[in-house]
C-alpha cells in the first residue's frame, strides 16, 4: 500500500508538446448579456427621454394654470376695487341728498341777511365738509336749458332770446363729479312765437310806400297842370 506524501499537489495531466499556457484556462467569451448591453442602454434612454417629456409637458400645465389663476385674480382685484369705489360714491351721495334741504335753508337764509353770528359760522363749516365730499353746485341764470340737468318748473315767452333759456334758477342743482344728485329747478323762456316773422312782414309793407307815394303825387301834379290849362283857356282857345 502505497502512501501519499503530505504537501503534494497533483497537478493536472499536461499533454505532451503543449505549452503551460494552455493548462490555464482560457478566458471565457463575451456572453450575450454583455452583448445585448448597448440595447438595454439605448431602450433605458428612451424611457429617460419620455419621462423628460412627461414631466415638460406637466410643467407647461402647471405654469399655464399659475398664469391663469394669476389673471382671474388680478380680474378680482380690480373688479372689488370697483365695486369698492361704487359703493363709496353712492353712500356719499345719499348723504348729501339727506343734507341739501339744510343746504337750500342757507342759502336762503343767506340771500335774506339771516347768516350771521354763530349760525354763519356753523354753515360755513357745513359748506366747507360737503365741498370736500365732492358736492358741487350748478345752475345759472342766461344759460341754455338742458333737460339732462335741468328741471323747468315755469315757461313763458321773451322776445329778447334766441333759444330755450334758463331765466331764473328756482333751487340750484348739485353733483358729484359726473353724478347729478338733484337737477335745478329752473324757469325758461322760449322765443316769442311769429316775433321774427313779423318783422320782415312790417319791412315788406313798408318798402313800396315810397314808389307809391312818388306815384300819386305826380298824378297830383298832372291833373293840377290840367286843371290850370283849362282854366287858363288855352286849349279851348286852339
Known amino acids: 500500500m502505497t502512501e501519499e506524501t503530505p504537501g503534494f499537489d497533483e ?7 503543449a505549452t503551460p499556457d494552455d493548462a490555464e484556462p482560457k478566458a471565457a467569451a463575451p456572453s450575450s448579456e454583455e452583448g445585448a448591453a448597448p440595447a438595454g442602454d439605448a431602450s433605458d434612454n428612451a424611457g429617460l427621454v419620455a419621462q423628460l417629456d412627461q414631466v415638460r409637458t406637466a410643467l407647461n400645465e402647471r405654469t ?11 380680474n378680482y382685484r380690480r373688479r372689488v376695487e370697483r365695486d369698492r369705489v361704487a359703493v363709496k360714491e353712492v353712500a356719499v351721495a345719499n348723504l348729501l341728498s339727506e343734507l341739501l334741504p339744510v343746504v337750500d335753508d342757507i342759502g336762503r337764509a343767506r340771500e335774506h341777511g339771516e347768516l350771521v ?18 358736492l358741487q353746485q350748478f345752475g345759472k341764470e342766461g344759460e341754455p336749458f338742458d333737460p339732462t340737468i335741468h328741471e323747468a318748473l315755469m315757461h313763458s315767452y321773451a322776445p329778447d332770446v ?11 342743482g348739485y353733483r358729484i363729479g359726473e353724478r347729478t344728485i338733484r337737477p335745478a329747478r329752473v324757469a325758461v323762456a322760449e322765443p316769442q312765437p311769429g316775433a321774427q316773422g313779423a318783422k320782415p312782414a312790417e319791412e315788406n309793407t313798408e ?4 314808389p307809391a307815394e ?4 305826380t298824378g297830383n301834379t298832372g291833373n293840377a297842370g290840367n286843371t290850370g290849362n283849362k282854366e287858363s283857356g288855352g286849349p279851348d282857345e286852339g
Not at 497537478?11 to 508538446?17: A, I, L, Q, T, Y
Not at 312818388?214 to 303825387?217: E, F, I, N, V
Open 64 to 74: 399655464a394654470d399659475l398664469q391663469r389663476l394669476q389673471a382671474e385674480y388680478q
Open 11 to 17: 497537478k493536472p495531466d499536461v499533454p505532451s508538446g
Open 117 to 134: 353770528g354763530g349760525f354763519k359760522s356753523v354753515a360755513e363749516s357745513l359748506e366747507t365738509v360737503i365741498a370736500k365730499m365732492g
Open 207 to 210: 318798402a313800396p310806400a315810397d
Open 214 to 217: 312818388s306815384d300819386g303825387s
Open 162 to 172: 334766441t333759444e330755450t333759456t334758463c331765466v331764473a334758477i328756482l333751487q340750484p
